[in-house]
Nanobody, 127 residues
């Protein structure tokens, strides 16, 4: 059984930093993508970043490029999202998500097509 557990959310002032963690278990696939999706009240959800297990390839949505960094510690089965220069518009619930990569399922940012989800962690950026 796959389990994803997020931590690290909280309240931070604009311009500050936070690091989210996603502890994963049960991901026994040869290759998979794991990353972060966020949903803010009244807005559509957004896949913001992911990393590929096989080779460490990363993807970012444009709104976080240059500010957020995704990285993993495979020994700890944990994926991190380092968020710098936070803006009020980054306020959202952040979800960790994962999906196996197969010839029929290409590497892409988190979306509703991802199979596995954590419970979410709230990030609030104040002015």
């Amino acid at each position: 059984e796959v389990e994803l557990v997020e931590s690290g959310g909280g309240l931070v002032q604009a311009g500050g930093s936070l690091r989210l963690s996603c502890a994963a278990s049960g991901l026994t696939f040869d290759d998979y993508a794991i990353g972060w999706f966020r949903r803010a009240p009244g807005k559509e959800g957004e896949g913001i970043s992911c990393i590929r297990r096989r080779d460490g390839t990363t993807l970012y949505t444009n709104s976080v490029k240059g500010r957020f960094t995704i990285f993993s510690d495979n020994a700890k089965n944990t994926v991190y999202l380092q968020m710098n220069s936070l803006k009020q518009e980054d306020t959202a619930v952040y979800y960790c998500a994962a999906v196996p990569i197969t010839p029929m399922r290409q590497f892409h940012l988190p979306s509703n097509a991802y199979d596995y989800w954590g419970q979410g962690t709230q990030v609030t950026v104040s002015s």
